[in-house]
């Protein structure tokens, strides 16, 4: 087995052997580095890497959006910034603006480090 494909099968298991909330957390570092890719991407004058990385960023946030659980309250906030993070990315995608992408990464960076802290919290609750 090379390298690589040692990887690969590490990798599989661990999505496949992740909790939901583990889950979350690897959506939004995915979505993390596509957006930075894309943003490289910009950089380089690579258009078309910049269009695949933040489709891919746009599909998780999709993602996201359609997994919201409409009967918790905050569940209409976070639709509402994601619905927000979604047409920024659209907008950085049809005009390829770097500034854009660095303000959608920072709201995701803050929703990934928001989820992780909750993730911390529960934990040591349930103990």
């Not at 040692?6 to 661990?14: H, I, L």
């Not at 078309?48 to 919201?68: G, K, M, N, P, Y």
């Not at 005009?95 to 990934?112: A, C, M, N, P, T």
């Amino acid at each position: 087995m090379t390298y690589s494909n040692a990887y690969q099968t590490y990798k599989n298991n661990s999505i496949l052997t992740a909790s939901p909330q583990e889950l979350t957390l690897m959506l939004y570092d995915g979505a993390l580095k596509f957006c930075n890719q894309a943003i490289k991407a910009i950089e380089a004058g690579n258009k078309s890497e910049a269009h695949r990385c933040i489709v891919r960023t746009e599909d998780i946030i999709e993602e996201f959006q359609a997994s919201l659980d409409k009967k918790y309250p905050i569940s209409k906030e976070l639709g509402a910034l994601y619905d927000y993070i979604y047409r920024r990315l659209v907008e950085a995608n049809i005009k390829k603006d770097k500034v854009i992408l660095e303000e959608v990464y920072g709201l995701i960076k803050e929703l990934r480090d928001t989820w992780k802290e909750a993730m911390k919290l529960a934990k040591h609750q349930s103990v």
